[in-house]
């Protein structure tokens, strides 16, 4: 399978364990993008790599979120001291010029 | 706040029928424009995607642009009941070294047999 991978498909912690998401773009594909979309909503963005270089971070986001993406391949996305408000589906999107193509997606719940 | 919109629906069409998705956008900026499709519970699948004004087919696809209206409108002919879903526009501001993808808020197609 040549598409975007996220690791693992359903996670279910208890509030206040830290979680880390994995995504592997499609080979060669140097943009990564993140999104969190809850139900009836579209995907929010999160943040944006190109390459290793993380260019831009939701001012949404809480200081308890984190992502890299180290030689610019793979990238993890990690929530510190979840909360029942992070449950939602986390997707990963790559991206070789400006079309996005998505992987399945990292269903959080926090219980 | 750079937003694009989306009129959530439910839109609901008999099977056969043309279904029409409209989408503005507020950051003229915007170069890129893109349609997804997405099922319950699945990730969204791209369908196709605009950045010149005019039309742009695809198989009973046909998307549709307007800079000057920031406008965009995707059109399913012929439809059928496997195209119920929710349907996405998105739009690129690819600006810089910044290409930021923002999503509407969807709308959600139902095609009735």
């Known amino acids: 399978d040549t598409g975007v991978s996220q690791d693992p498909r359903h996670k279910i912690t208890k509030r206040g364990q830290n979680v880390t998401f994995r995504c592997d773009p499609i080979?060669?594909?140097?943009?990564l993008y993140w999104y969190r979309q809850t139900l009836g909503q579209g995907p929010e963005f999160l943040t944006y790599?190109?390459?290793?270089?993380?260019?831009?971070k939701s001012r949404l986001l809480s200081d308890r979120f984190s992502a890299e993406r180290p030689k610019g391949s793979f990238s993890t996305l990690e929530i510190q001291r979840t909360e029942q408000g992070d449950s939602a589906m986390y997707l990963c999107?790559?991206?070789?010029?400006?079309?996005?193509?998505f992987g399945q997606g990292t269903r959080l719940t926090v219980v | 706040q750079k937003e694009v919109e989306q009129n959530s629906g439910p839109l609901s069409v008999p099977e056969g029928a043309i279904a029409s998705l409209n989408c503005t956008y507020s950051?003229?900026?915007?170069?890129?424009f893109f349609w997804y499709r997405q099922y319950s519970g699945k990730s969204p699948e791209l369908i196709m995607f605009?950045?010149?004004?005019g039309d742009k087919e695809d198989g009973r696809f046909t998307a549709q642009l307007n800079k000057a209206s920031q406008y965009v409108s995707l059109l399913i002919r012929d439809s059928q009941p496997s195209d119920s879903a929710t349907y996405l526009c998105?739009?690129?501001?690819?600006?810089?070294?910044?290409?930021?993808?923002?999503f509407g808020k969807g709308t959600l197609l139902t095609v009735n047999p």
């Open positions: 999107a790559s991206s070789p010029f400006t079309e996005a193509f």
């Open positions: 080979s060669e594909h140097n943009r």
């Open positions: 790599f190109q390459n290793e270089a993380q260019l831009e």
């Open positions: 950051d003229r900026g915007s170069q890129s």
């Open positions: 605009i950045y010149s004004n």
């Open positions: 998105a739009a690129l501001n690819s600006g810089g070294s910044n290409y930021k993808l923002t």
